[in-house]
């Protein structure tokens, strides 16, 4: 997953911070936007890891601070319900002139019924997940109880909510009494998968049967047995990222990766918008490789000669380990670091009238762990050399090239 820090301004010219998450190795299928719980911010725990989950099934996601919190301006007092349904506008047209417009929403607690809120107003938006959330966002009354006669007599209160200091002014109250969410769950228009636990404490299961009677077909519910509000338990978070992702594929545009097939051995596709993302099937496994960013390419998968290098590191290995399980020898791990001298980018800039010979110079340092004698050690390393990738590195090679429209030779 590679994180990137952004920020943005919301419709009060406040800046924003977030945090853009994309997949490792390809361009994200769609784009999934993520609002955190109240008081909460986007490096609470469950969030990052739901956010990995998404982003492991192809999703980029953006997870940002409200006005107030976190690591954004603005001060929380004055912010309220419908300035948290702004603010997610706001983010999302933030993705849609940088990256893509957010087809999935995910709100957890409180951020679960303004994701809904927000969806409402989104085109872009097929699908909305909403984790523990209220039915009515007014239920956040109930977290400051003691505390709301000090707020109606003089305008504000300072409360204590997880153990941490707010201030709550009486327009926050306010804002959540003009909030009526089964007018907007009943005109949604958008996939709606609701999850929750039914041992949640804060939020009780009750708001899940409200929210999902009240909604329109499609919906959908997961049962989180044996979470908590704040999905503590780690299994908790991950398991519902992971099923959101693939649930929501089934409601939105989701680009699939088309791997491409061979009847010979490997096959390696290239296309012409993937600047040098390519796509590669070795038997049945699929691979990416790719180039560094700083030599044009997106930093999706290894190299070309990183491949050359993992498969003398790998054949090394295996050799090893195949001789002293023979041997009966104590090997527990044999580990093989390799260091290659040339960039492949460096070299395809002169490849072609370059009539220059170039060595390549293969570096390889080999760990052996486990309870040897000095001659079995000595064996081992002497194996190595003997690994028939090694071998084909150091002999002549003929490669033959030929149009795949005609017969390769035999």
């Excluded at 601070?65 to 309220?80: I, V, Y």
Aim: proline share 3%.
């Amino acid at each position: 997953m590679k994180t990137a820090k952004v920020s943005f301004l919301n419709h009060q010219g406040t800046k924003l911070m977030a945090n853009i998450e994309l997949p490792d190795d390809r361009k994200p299928g769609s784009f999934a936007l993520f609002a955190h719980c109240f008081t909460c911010n986007k490096n609470f725990t469950a969030m990052r890891n739901i956010s990995k989950a998404l982003t492991a099934a192809g999703f980029g996601v953006l997870r940002f601070d409200f006005t107030g919190l976190g690591q954004s301006e603005g001060d929380f007092a004055d912010t309220n319900f419908s300035g948290n349904i702004q603010d997610l506008k706001s983010a999302a047209a933030f993705m849609e002139k940088e990256y893509s417009a957010p087809a999935l929403l995910v709100g957890h607690s409180l951020g679960g019924a303004a994701v809904l809120y927000a969806a409402a107003e989104l085109k872009s938006v097929g699908a909305v997940a909403t984790i523990a959330a209220p039915a009515d966002p007014k239920h956040v009354k109930q977290l400051i109880t003691s505390d709301l006669k000090e707020i109606e007599k003089q305008g504000y209160a300072n409360v204590s909510i997880g153990g941490r200091p707010f201030t709550i002014k009486k327009q926050f109250i306010d804002d959540l009494e003009a909030v009526e969410l089964n007018k907007i769950l009943q005109n949604l228009g958008k996939a709606l998968l609701i999850a929750h636990a039914p041992q949640d404490a804060i939020v009780g299961i009750d708001n899940a049967g409200i929210i999902f009677k009240n909604a329109r077909h499609p919906k959908s519910f997961i049962s989180l047995d044996g979470a908590d509000h704040l999905l503590a338990n780690e299994a908790d978070s991950r398991y519902i990222g992971t099923v959101i992702a693939h649930w929501a594929k089934r409601y939105i545009d989701f680009a699939q990766v088309e791997n491409p097939d061979t009847d010979l051995q490997l096959v390696a596709s290239l296309n012409k918008s993937d600047k040098f993302t390519t796509l590669i099937k070795a038997g049945k496994h699929q691979l990416v490789g790719d180039e560094p960013e700083k030599y044009g390419g997106n930093d999706f998968g290894p190299s070309p000669y990183d491949f050359v290098s993992a498969g003398l590191a790998s054949c090394t290995a295996m050799t090893i380990k195949m001789y002293a399980d023979r041997k009966k020898w104590e090997l527990e791990e044999v580990v093989v670091h390799i260091k290659h001298q040339k960039t492949h980018a460096e070299d395809c800039k002169t490849c072609e009238n370059s009539t220059e010979s170039k060595i390549d110079q293969f570096n390889r340092f080999i760990e052996l762990k486990g309870s040897l004698e000095e001659e079995q050690v000595r064996k081992l390393m002497e194996i190595a050399d003997k690994c028939p990738v090694h071998k084909t590195l150091r002999s002549e090679i003929d490669i033959q090239t030929t149009l795949k429209d005609s017969e390769p030779n035999d």
